[in-house]
């Protein structure tokens, strides 16, 4: 799945972030739950801050012992590293989301003082750099987007690789590059090469499909792959179905690279 956004929407998506996250860190504790509800909820649906959140959330963390471990007036520490600390207070307020019934628990006693003390103190110095982070990733991609003063850039996400593009009129400018899509094609065509020689086809047939499909898998790999190879590709795969049906995981295999063809066809 792909979705484009251009300079206007993200500056709407951005200036309604910025109040959202306001709301939480201005929040008075008795609406914390109801805030950071909001607050989640605004930044799991969005795809552009979703997919930069998913790029960082790479380690897991026992958020669950932190809390219960914290000290009395003691803070939680923080990783040094920008993108485990995004992760980090992610996971933190997630946890506070699905497991408190109130927002000081994950709050309580952070600083000297009551209730809303602490609160202030818990949103200043964890939730705000979770924030501050979203909101520079944002800007990065709006200046990005400014390079050229050109009013129909835009930037084009693509949910399951984590790749980000940024397209000024028919020139595309690779802003953040990720190779999962590339990975899983080889994995799943080395699958493939694999099930199809324990399958009765003529020898020659066998050869020319191998030989399509490399090429097809090549052509993926390039900016503007030619959509008529792939499609010829993904003709033979079908036709070798029938001949491997019998063949444990051949289908499976067979249609998971066809599923993956069709997002350079279609």
Request: charged share 30%; hydrophobic share 35%.
């Amino acid at each position: 799945m792909e979705i484009t956004i251009d300079k206007k929407e993200l500056q709407k998506i951005g200036f309604k972030f910025r109040n959202i996250a306001s709301r939480l860190l201005k929040t008075n504790y008795q609406d914390g739950m109801e805030n950071l509800q909001r607050f989640l909820d605004y930044i799991d649906n969005v795809t552009i801050i979703e997919n930069y959140i998913k790029k960082n959330k790479i380690k897991k963390f026992d958020i669950e012992t932190d809390i219960n471990k914290r000290e009395y007036r003691e803070g939680y520490k923080l990783p040094i590293n920008p993108s485990d600390e995004i992760a980090y207070i992610y996971q933190l307020l997630k946890y506070c989301n699905e497991n408190c019934s109130e927002y000081i628990e994950i709050c309580s006693r952070y600083s000297k003082g009551n209730f809303q003390q602490w609160v202030d103190e818990f949103n200043s110095r964890v939730v705000l750099p979770f924030v501050n982070h979203i909101n520079n990733y944002l800007e990065e991609v709006a200046i990005d987007m400014n390079l050229n003063e050109n009013d129909k850039t835009t930037i084009t996400i693509h949910n399951e690789s984590g790749q980000v593009n940024l397209s000024q009129n028919e020139s595309t400018i690779n802003a953040v590059q990720n190779n999962q899509i590339n990975k899983e094609i080889q994995e799943v065509f080395s699958k493939y090469k694999k099930l199809i020689e324990e399958i009765e086809i003529p020898s020659e047939e066998k050869e020319d499909t191998i030989e399509l499909v490399d090429i097809a898998v090549d052509e993926t790999k390039k900016d503007k792959p030619k959509k008529s190879l792939i499609k010829v590709a993904t003709e033979k795969i079908n036709e070798s179905i029938k001949f491997g049906s019998a063949t444990l995981g051949f289908v499976k295999v067979s249609e998971k690279l066809i599923d993956i063809f069709s997002k350079f066809i279609n």
